[in-house]
T-cell receptor, first 119, second 114 residues
Framework: GAVVSQHPSRVICKSGTSVKIECRSLDFQATTMFWYRQFPKKSLMLMAT?????????EQGVEKDKFLINHASLTLSTLTVTSAHPEDSSFYIC???????????????FGPGTRLTVL | GNSVTQMEGPVTLSEEAFLTINCTYTATGYPSLFWYVQYPGEGLQLLLK?????DKGSNKGFEATYRKETTSFHLEKGSVQVSDSAVYFC?????????????FGKGTKLTVNP
């Protein structure tokens, strides 16, 4: 089946530093990838949608200068949290859509998530 | 707006017990409905789906029926196993602005004891 990986799985950083999270589709090409943020005991919140080769579309309230998204290839999207602060600590999850298998349902395949802790 | 409300957890059951996790939705138009499962340490996996009213999604013994009249998509399983312990998310896809975006409920953690 379609597999999506994320790296790193866990990262701890100091306040003010930048952190890059990678999302890879391992056995399919993903024209569209999504980035979500999950708070404890709350649902996944869509942050942005990225299409390969174009600028990401951010959801309302998400700072595009804070959360930089790059989708330079059909198998890799990156999320960079710039000048991280403790309030950015969260669980970040990516997903990818394979246009050849998703069909009408547009199924998304999810990565295992990255736990970011900002001290 | 579009939203999903699912029952608060955690839910703790004994093996072979009957499971129901309630899910209701608010949406404009006719959304597609999903249940995702997240096993410990893994990413979300699609468990089942339904695209229109009265559709029944089923997989691994789990079932959910798209009820338009009650705007519900409750998840059921007749006999749970320890291996079903996970977090379950109800979700819908809303369509608009040329894109399709998943809207999730808060998740319900299920623990099944031997």
């Amino acid at each position: 089946g379609a597999v999506v990986s994320q790296h790193p799985s866990r990262v701890i950083c100091k306040s003010g530093t930048s952190v890059k999270i990678e999302c890879r589709s391992l056995d399919f090409q993903a024209t569209t990838m999504f980035w979500y943020r999950q708070f404890p005991k709350k649902s996944l919140m869509l942050m942005a949608t990225s299409n390969e080769g174009s600028k990401a579309t951010y959801e309302q309230g998400v700072e595009k200068d804070k959360f930089l998204i790059n989708h330079a290839s059909l198998t890799l999207s990156t999320l960079t949290v710039t000048s991280a602060h403790p309030e950015d600590s969260s669980f970040y999850i990516c997903s990818a859509r394979d246009p050849w298998t998703s069909g009408r349902m547009n199924e998304q395949f999810f990565g295992p998530g990255t736990r970011l802790t900002v001290l | 707006g579009n939203s999903v409300t699912q029952m608060e957890g955690p839910v703790t059951l004994s093996e072979e017990a009957f499971l129901t996790i309630n899910c209701t939705y608010t949406a404009t138009g006719y959304p597609s409905l999903f249940w995702y499962v997240q096993y410990p340490g893994e990413g979300l996996q699609l468990l089942l789906k339904a695209t229109k009213a009265d559709d029944k999604g089923s997989n691994k013994g789990f079932e959910a029926t798209y009820r338009k009249e009650t705007t519900s998509f409750h998840l059921e399983k007749g006999s749970v196993q320890v291996s079903d312990s996970a977090v379950y998310f109800c979700a819908l896809i809303r369509r608009g602005g040329g894109s399709e975006k998943l809207v999730f409920g808060k998740g319900t953690k299920l623990t099944v004891n031997p």
